[in-house]
Every structure is written in C-alpha cells, then in structure tokens.
C-alpha cells in the first residue's frame, strides 16, 4: 500500500527483455534503500513492482507482460525519469491518499499551460474509468496522489503546483504523454458494494 506522495526521483538504467517479459535496472537516486530488503514493494510510476535485487544505486524488478500491456512501463527507455515510493508503513505520515499500485488505465495529456506560479493539465482517462473520477476527488497519475480541479466527460483537469512539477516527472509532460492512472480505491469498492447480491453473478 502507498500514499501518492512521491519520494524520489530514480532513472531507468537499462531495460532488459526476459522471454517475453523484461527485467528493470533502475538507479534510485535519492530514495533511502537502508531498509529496503528483497521482496519489499516500490512503486514505480504508480505501478507496484517487487524489488528481486539490490544493487549499489538501487534495485532490480521483474514486469510482467499484463504489467507491460496495461502500464506505460513498457514505453520507458534508458535515461527515463521514474516516480519512487516505497510501500508505506503503519508509523507513516498519510499525507496523499490510498494507493494500491495497480494501475487501472493509461490516460494522455492533451494540454497543459501555465496558471500563475502553477501548472494546469489537462488529462484524458479511458472512457470506463470516467465514472469514478469526480471533482475534488483524488486520483492517481504516474503513482503521484492528485486532486480532479474540474471534469469534462472523460478529461479531467489538475492544478500542479511548483514542488510537485520539480519533484515528480510531471515537469517532462508535454502533449501527448501517456500517463499511468489508479483511480480511487474507494470508488471501487463502493461500486462493488452497491451491486449487492448480484455482485455473485458471473455477468458482474
């Protein structure tokens, strides 16, 4: 479990195809990996990834092909920027909101521009996941907790402030970048919840 307040700043080292799947050799940068064992969760870009080795600058994790298909982890390069958060712990300051680290869709910038000293993106989700995304809700987008300023059918708008574009990779959006989503865990349950008995049914 995380909470959307990104840690660190790490860099794809190198991207190395497995039989169909791929390894990832990131280099943490500044995220504290002195309590960091094999196994432990970090999210990276949102996506919760296993931590399989531990290297001098940082760790190695294996992706899936599901995680490849449904994530933007499989558009990364070497030299590519990456959200860190480690997986929060009971004694943690919970200062975003409830994140699982599975991404539930891959949405797109389609406009950006200054507002004052602040940012205002522009952010276009999958269709089905348009019904949980609401104003002044909270919503993940490439593992960082954000708040929805405003919705329009599927596109829904953020206020960015300066620390966030400088300490997150929201600074390298431009047009057209594909961006990992998690909508609020919440509003998935609640959804469930609401279908009562016919949640048993297999058509659900």
């Known amino acids: 479990?995380?909470?959307?307040?990104?840690?660190?700043?790490?860099?794809?080292?190198?991207?190395?195809?497995?039989?169909?799947?791929?390894?990832?050799?990131?280099?943490?940068?500044?995220?504290?990996?002195?309590?960091?064992?094999?196994?432990?969760?970090?999210?990276?870009?949102?996506?919760?990834?296993?931590?399989?080795?531990?290297?001098?600058?940082?760790f190695v994790a294996d992706v899936s092909v599901e995680t490849l298909t449904l994530t933007t982890t499989g558009d990364l390069k070497s030299g590519s920027r990456i959200n860190l958060e480690k997986a929060?712990?009971?004694?943690?300051?919970?200062?975003?909101?409830?994140?699982?680290?599975?991404?539930?869709?891959?949405?797109?910038?389609?406009?950006?521009?200054?507002?004052?000293?602040?940012w205002r993106f522009r952010i276009r989700a999958p269709r089905e996941l348009a019904k949980y995304v609401a104003h002044k809700g909270s919503i993940t987008v490439d593992g960082t907790s954000l708040t929805v300023n405003h919705v329009e059918g599927a596109e829904f708008e953020l206020n960015i402030v300066p620390h966030t574009m400088v300490h997150t990779i929201m600074g390298d959006y431009q047009v057209g970048t594909k961006v990992n989503l998690e909508v609020d865990l919440v509003a998935r349950y609640l959804e469930r919840l609401l279908l009562g008995d016919k949640a048993a049914d297999s058509s659900n």
């Open 1 to 58: 479990m995380f909470t959307g307040i990104i840690s660190a700043l790490g860099e794809l080292t190198n991207l190395e195809p497995r039989g169909g799947d791929a390894r990832l050799h990131i280099n943490a940068g500044n995220l504290s990996m002195a309590d960091v064992q094999l196994g432990d969760s970090i999210a990276c870009n949102g996506t919760c990834l296993t931590a399989v080795e531990l290297t001098e600058n940082g």
């Open 88 to 118: 929060m712990q009971a004694t943690d300051r919970f200062g975003g909101h409830i994140v699982s680290g599975h991404v539930d869709g891959i949405g797109e910038v389609v406009s950006l521009h200054e507002d004052a000293r602040s």
